[in-house]
T-cell receptor, first 116, second 111 residues
Framework: GAVVSQHPSWVICKSGTSVKIECRSLDFQATTMFWYRQFPKQSLMLMATSNEGSKATYEQGVEKDKFLINHASLTLSTLTVTSAHPEDSSFYIC????????????FGPGTRLTVL | LAKTTQPISMDSYEGQEVNITCSHNNIATNDYITWYQQFPSQGPRFIIQGYKTKVTNEVASLFIPADRKSSTLSLPRVSLSDTAVYYCLVGPEYNNNDMRFGAGTRLTVKP
C-alpha cells in the first residue's frame, strides 16, 4: 500500500527554538496533506490542511504564524513549529490522500516533539 | 461530518471475538463508515470501510444495519497485538477531505 513518511520521528528542542517536521508521500502524489496533533491519551486533532502550491488552511484556534506549513511539491509538506514552548510538546501526525480520490488516506508514523 | 459515539474502552482476552459498536445517528446518505486502528506513538492505520450490510477483509468485519445509524467492527480471535485505539469515522467514500476523529475506543487484550 501507499506509504507516508515523517522526519524526524522524534525531536527534542529548547524553548524558543523552531522545529521543522517533514511529511512525504513516498509512492504517490498528494495535492493535499493534513496535519494533526495528538496529546497523550487523547484523540487526533486536525490542525491544518496543506495545499500544494497555495496557502494552508488552519483550524480555528490554531495559530498560522506559529505553525508554518509549506507544501512545496506533490510529495512533500513541512510543518514548522516556530518559537516552540513546552505546551507545544505533542505527537504530530500527517496524512495524505492519493491524488485521484480512489484510495483511503494514509497516515504518517508521527513525530514526537518534546520542548524543554 | 456526522458525529460518532463509541465506548471509551473495552477489555478482552486472547482468542475472543471483539465487537466495537459506533453510533452515528446523523449519517448522511452519501457517507461511508471507516475504521482506523492506532497503536501508541504511531499514525492511524486503515482497517475497513463500508456503506451498508456487511464488509469483510482479512483483518475484520464491519456490520451495518439497514438504518445505518450504527455500525459494529468485529475483530475475530484477538491477540495481544490487537491492543490499540480504534476510531470510527463517517464521511464521503475514501474520505479524501479532512478527517475528524472522535475519542475512539481503547481496546485492551489480556492474556
Amino acid at each position: 500500500g501507499a506509504v507516508v513518511s515523517q522526519h524526524p520521528s522524534w525531536v527534542i528542542c529548547k524553548s524558543g527554538t523552531s522545529v521543522k517536521i517533514e511529511c512525504r508521500s513516498l509512492d504517490f502524489q498528494a495535492t493535499t496533506m493534513f496535519w494533526y496533533r495528538q496529546f497523550p491519551k487523547q484523540s487526533l486533532m486536525l490542525m491544518a490542511t496543506s495545499n500544494e502550491g497555495s496557502k494552508a488552511t488552519y483550524e480555528q484556534g490554531v495559530e498560522k504564524d506559529k505553525f508554518l506549513i509549506n507544501h512545496a511539491s506533490l510529495t512533500l509538506s513541512t510543518l514548522t513549529v516556530t518559537s516552540a514552548h513546552p505546551e507545544d510538546s505533542s505527537f504530530y501526525i500527517c496524512s495524505a490522500p492519493p491524488a485521484g480520490g480512489t484510495d483511503t488516506q494514509y497516515f504518517g508514523p508521527g513525530t514526537r516533539l518534546t520542548v524543554l | 461530518l456526522a458525529k460518532t459515539t463509541q465506548p471509551i474502552s473495552m477489555d478482552s482476552y486472547e482468542g475472543q471475538e471483539v465487537n466495537i459498536t459506533c453510533s452515528h445517528n446523523n449519517i448522511a446518505t452519501n457517507d461511508y463508515i471507516t475504521w482506523y486502528q492506532q497503536f501508541p506513538s504511531q499514525g492511524p492505520r486503515f482497517i475497513i470501510q463500508g456503506y451498508k450490510t456487511k464488509v469483510t477483509n482479512e483483518v475484520a468485519s464491519l456490520f451495518i444495519p439497514a438504518d445505518r445509524k450504527s455500525s459494529t467492527l468485529s475483530l475475530p480471535r484477538v491477540s495481544l497485538s490487537d491492543t490499540a485505539v480504534y476510531y470510527c469515522l463517517v464521511g464521503p467514500e475514501y474520505n479524501n477531505n479532512d478527517m475528524r476523529f472522535g475519542a475512539g475506543t481503547r481496546l485492551t487484550v489480556k492474556p
